[in-house]
């Protein structure tokens, strides 16, 4: 990652004012860093609907769940009907898991790591994007939480890794398209303001799978990454100001790590076509999922 060192530093937002009475999708939001930003922005007084498979948070005011396998195309398809776009404030995109040493398939057909960490943010926002804000005085915004500006502009042509699996170039292709998800449509839509967050290191479970449910080196290595890592919570307390500052708007495809900085984006990735050439490619694999 690379620091965008001519982007000057954003006035963060008031959490105990702007918050009050937001209303927020957090997809993703029932573990790891999207529970963790579903429960700091509760607390403060948005209304927080979360999506996925559980729900822990039965005892916290402000949040509220919808239950989704979000690995399926098909229910993205259903939840993207759902999710109240016309009156969003925020539409934040945290789901998302590694790829497994072995290439799991989902029912549909579709790697696992390249459906649950991109392919169902992609369907999503297709869908929803025409609807967002329709109903609002002020432009929504939209967060897509991965790894974007780590140098990977993704590898084209075995998007599905049905010709041959490498678990980290699998992965990084689901990092290349959450970049690609912020800055193609930076660049298409008006109505709203979206943005890339990296949140670097942090302790969470989303490794788990990569290490092939070995609990032993995952708990070792998690250990070892909460020694020198902010917590979930610090990092929730850190980014929420960012995403609620006033003057965001203006900076509509940036890219943000940890600490709000803004990085420069993927070398590459919007070079020539190939960023239309990977976005149509992973069209096709939703539509023959859907089929």
Not at 7 to 12: D, P, Q, R, V
Not at 95 to 115: H, N, S, V, W, Y
Not at 221 to 244: D, H, K, N, S, V
Request: cysteine-free.
């Amino acid at each position: 990652m690379k620091i965008n060192k001519q982007f000057s530093a954003i006035h963060m937002g008031d959490v105990r004012t702007e918050l009050k009475g937001k209303q927020v999708v957090i997809v993703g939001g029932t573990g790891g860093l999207g529970r963790t930003l579903a429960q700091n922005m509760a607390k403060h007084g948005a209304d927080v609907l979360v999506v996925g498979r559980t729900f822990r948070d039965q005892a916290h005011l402000g949040i509220r769940f919808l239950q989704a396998d979000l690995s399926s195309m098909r229910e993205a398809e259903r939840v993207a009907t759902i999710i109240p776009a016309e009156t969003l404030d925020m539409l934040i995109f945290t789901t998302g898991i590694f790829a497994a040493p072995k290439r799991q398939e989902t029912a549909e057909g579709l790697e696992m790591d390249m459906a649950t960490s991109y392919l169902n943010r992609l369907l999503m926002l297709d869908n929803i994007m025409p609807r967002l804000g329709k109903q609002t005085h002020q432009k929504p915004r939209v967060f897509v939480m991965g790894y974007p500006g780590s140098g990977s502009p993704g590898v084209l042509g075995d998007l599905n890794a049905e010709q041959s699996y490498k678990t980290m170039q699998v992965h990084m292709n689901t990092v290349a398209g959450n970049e690609m998800l912020v800055l193609d449509n930076h660049h298409r839509f008006q109505n709203f303001s979206i943005f890339g967050l990296n949140p670097g290191l942090v302790k969470t479970d989303i490794r788990s799978n990569f290490l092939g449910g070995n609990r032993v080196i995952f708990n070792l290595l998690e250990t070892l990454i909460g020694w020198f890592t902010p917590t979930p919570e610090q990092y929730a307390q850190g980014i929420t100001p960012l995403l609620i500052a006033p003057e965001l708007d203006q900076y509509s495809g940036t890219l943000f790590n940890q600490k709000s900085q803004a990085l420069l984006p993927t070398k590459g990735i919007n070079a020539d076509d190939h960023m239309q050439a990977y976005l149509l490619q992973s069209r096709d694999l939703i539509a023959k999922a859907l089929a």
